[in-house]
């Protein structure tokens, strides 16, 4: 169905005289070249029709024009001229839409392609005025950020530039995959503080990225305040905490809804995650009533898996674990309670699945939706809990099962999508457990082809989970996620049909100038045609 559309679209095209482009079609200019073309972005739009005829040029007298009376649209309007003000130093006002421009950038909703959906988005250059459409918010604001990669990489520069601000002119037509375009990352192992995790989020949102997975509690620190438990961080998250002992801190609930805000803000859901049964030795070591035994074992700073356990007989276990299962949800607005339950190795099937049973319940009753990492398919959980696939093999008998009754998967293949782990023997930074995992290899997989039984209607979406045992500071979180953050975002986002690795290595080769403004420290892989 889907291919006969493209062929009539095709057809249609040819007939207009319009060249076509869908995603994924090399149309990539060589990289020495400086000249943008209009589907050159990451991820890839579903449909690109550039016409030469249409170049806009940003210019001192642009206005940022916004749907009147919708605050939304104003909302994006502001944050695209904020971005675009540094580095051409022209005013960019924000204002309502009017009837005759002279050069404009529009945001406007309503009036899109019928194919954007909630999302998506049209954006239309023609010499006088970029017309961004969209149904909603986010949809708008994924438009400016494909924008913003249409404009020469120095936009990103954070004071004045010369240039001339040209953008190619055109029609494209996007929309995402998959509903779930997820990143996680880990501030157990080492903390990692609100300013360098908005700084993470600033270039999630760059590439459509759309939820935010943060792992809070393992063995070696817990890291949001939780007021009914206050040893959790004060000793779980202190001084002494985290790997090697040199990752201490924590989120008060403050810092916690400043990064929320700030992700929602970027039309980012922050997605907590509680680990549990296992992986608890911070809680455990905070509070010796967490342990059969009642003593509490000492700090962890080493990177084992797999030896801690709540106590599962223990009705204590059960008010700890609804404690703190009300008290991130009253934080959390987003939809999901990520509850962790993976590598519960000190823990018998039994123990966990009486765990499970009495856990998964306390999600629902504080009003949020059940996800885990993929082990808790084994207590067949009910049908709206989401797993998380973190497997390295193609079948997995327990989640074929779970997909059979109806649940959803979120893909995350360690060893595609785990981008704590090192690109080659030489990566000073990283972990290699999984393998070593280089840009094609991020790139070169398809998630729903991936396990056995595990289909496209089965999948929520993908996510890039970085672990950070070895990771320090936001250059190691950099230098780790890019450039395979931009691999696994264009999964999510672009279409199967136009999955192609010549393309996106020329497209991922045209970002670097980019971070190299923004001061994001990436890996020069040599697969990858570097401008
Ligand atoms: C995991 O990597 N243990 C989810």
Redesign the pocket.
Known sequence: MRRRNTMTRLLATAALGLPLVLAGAPAVAAPSTPVRQLGAVIPAPVETRPDARGTFTLRPHTVVRTSPGSAAAWRVGRQLAETLRPATGYPLPVLPVAATPLSEIALVIGGADARVGREGYQLDVTRRAVTIRANTEAGLFAGTQTLRQLLPARIEAPDRQRVTWTVPGGRIVDYPRFAYRGAMLDVARHFHNVDEINAYVDLLSQYKINYLHLHLTDDQGWRLQIDSWPRLTTVGGGPGTGVDGVGPGYLTKADYKAVVAYAAARHITVIPEIDMPGHTNAAQSAYAELNCDGVAPPPRTDIE?GYSSLCISDELTYKFVEDVIREVAEITPGPFLHIGG??AHATTDEEYRTFMDRVLPLVGKYGKRASG?HEINQVDPPADVVSQF?GTRTTNADLAEAVARGNKVIMSP?NKT?IDMKYDANTRLGLKWAGYIEVSDAYGWDPAQRVTGVGEDAILGVEA?L?SETLRSLDDIEYMAFPRLPAIAELGWSPAAGHDWESFRGRLGQQAPRWRQQGVDFYPSPQVPWV
Do not use: K, M, S
């Open positions: 898996v993976d590598e990492w973190w360690a785990y989970p672990w």
